[in-house]
């Protein structure tokens, strides 16, 4: 178990979602790793390549992060560099040549980035309610999983097209609906996933109620940001 972030309004709360967490983990008989993770609550932390500012309410790719997505954005032309090399020499290409698709999403990320942005940060809060947004879900921009209840799918496939938000959708199948084809259509890939014996609806208050139809499959939306 790793990776999460608990947010907290004051130190006082921080403290004791600390003092929750510590619980959780000594009922579950689990040990913390006292070398990874900030046991110490701080008002600017670093999670998942990401710096979180709260004392000015952003989010920031950390300088060693950009730094790596502008390294891996030349292998492309490195590669095309040999290929052309081999060519033009008439010589037997003994390397393999791989244009790793990793490599052309990071570099289009980072000409978005660049385009977008006049400094590096996103913000954490909206300013609004977040309860009143009809999303049931808390989510942000990079590669977050969106897993609402079926019944929102309409409002979430609008708001991703109109706002030109990413993320990774999870729904059923039925490409008769009108929301299966506008996520189709701005999504970068489709999954479709294995065919599960159980399914599983989000409900009520972030609980999930089995709907034990075995014949039913479910699909992954992979959806990029868009400016």
Not at 51 to 71: M, P
Not at 136 to 163: F, M, Q, Y
Not at 164 to 189: C, D, K, M, N
Request: aromatic share 12%.
């Amino acid at each position: 178990m790793d990776d999460f972030l608990l947010m907290a309004s004051s130190e006082e709360e921080a403290y004791e979602l600390r003092r929750r967490v510590e619980r959780v983990l000594n009922r579950l008989g689990l040990k913390r790793n006292v070398e990874k993770g900030q046991w110490v609550p701080l008002q600017v932390v670093e999670h998942l390549r990401l710096e979180v500012d709260f004392k000015e309410g952003v989010f920031r790719v950390t300088q060693a992060q950009l730094e790596k997505i502008t390294s891996k954005a030349t292998d492309p032309l490195l590669y095309l560099r040999e290929l052309y090399f081999v060519l033009t020499k008439k010589r037997s290409l003994g390397a393999k040549v791989k244009l790793m698709r990793y490599s052309f999403g990071n570099l289009e990320w980072w000409k978005r980035l660049q385009a977008q942005c006049k400094w590096n940060g996103r913000r954490i809060w909206s300013g609004g309610i977040l309860t009143a947004t009809g999303w049931r879900t808390l989510t942000c921009d990079w590669s977050n999983w969106i897993n609402p209840p079926w019944g929102l799918l309409d409002e979430v496939a609008h708001k991703l097209r109109e706002e030109g938000a990413g993320g990774t959708v999870e729904a059923p199948y039925w490409s008769s609906q009108s929301w299966f084809r506008e996520l189709e259509e701005i999504a970068e890939e489709v999954v479709m996933l294995a065919r599960r014996r159980n399914l599983f609806v989000p409900s009520r208050l972030g609980g999930s109620e089995l709907l034990g139809a075995s014949s039913w499959d479910a699909v992954m939306f992979l959806i990029p940001m868009r400016p």
